[in-house]
Nanobody
């Protein structure tokens, strides 16, 4: 599975932005997908994850209620809808895919495949 995240850019505080994670590979619908982010000078942090079918999702407390993760397996794509963006959301956002069905592992970043990131900059 190869992953490509895109959709980043420069936005203002309070704006919305949707990121996409496009995947290649016929077995994409078998994989859980997670979004992570890394701000300058900080460690990578978990943002959200979704199970293989889309029926199960988890979020970091910092984005809960503002971000929504979803997927379209027919299009081999996972989305991260980001609303009410804040300057502290500024980071490079990465998507990752893995076969684990355990949310704990999703949060810990235990995935088989990682994509290149897309930069989101939120100006104040």
């Amino acid at each position: 599975v190869q992953l490509q995240a895109f959709g980043g850019g420069l936005v203002q505080t309070g704006d919305s932005r949707r990121l996409s994670c496009a995947a290649s590979g016929r077995t994409f619908s078998s994989y859980a997908v997670g979004w992570f982010r890394q701000a300058p000078g900080k460690e990578r942090e978990f943002v959200a994850a979704i199970n293989y079918s889309g029926a199960g999702t988890i979020y970091a407390d910092s984005v809960k209620g503002r971000f929504t993760i979803s997927r379209d397996n027919a299009k081999h794509t996972v989305y991260l809808q980001m609303n009410s963006l804040k300057p502290e959301d500024t980071a490079v956002y990465y998507c990752a895919a893995g076969l684990s069905t355990t949310p704990t592992k999703w949060r810990r970043g235990e995935y088989h495949y990682w994509g290149q990131g897309t930069l989101v900059t939120v100006s104040s």
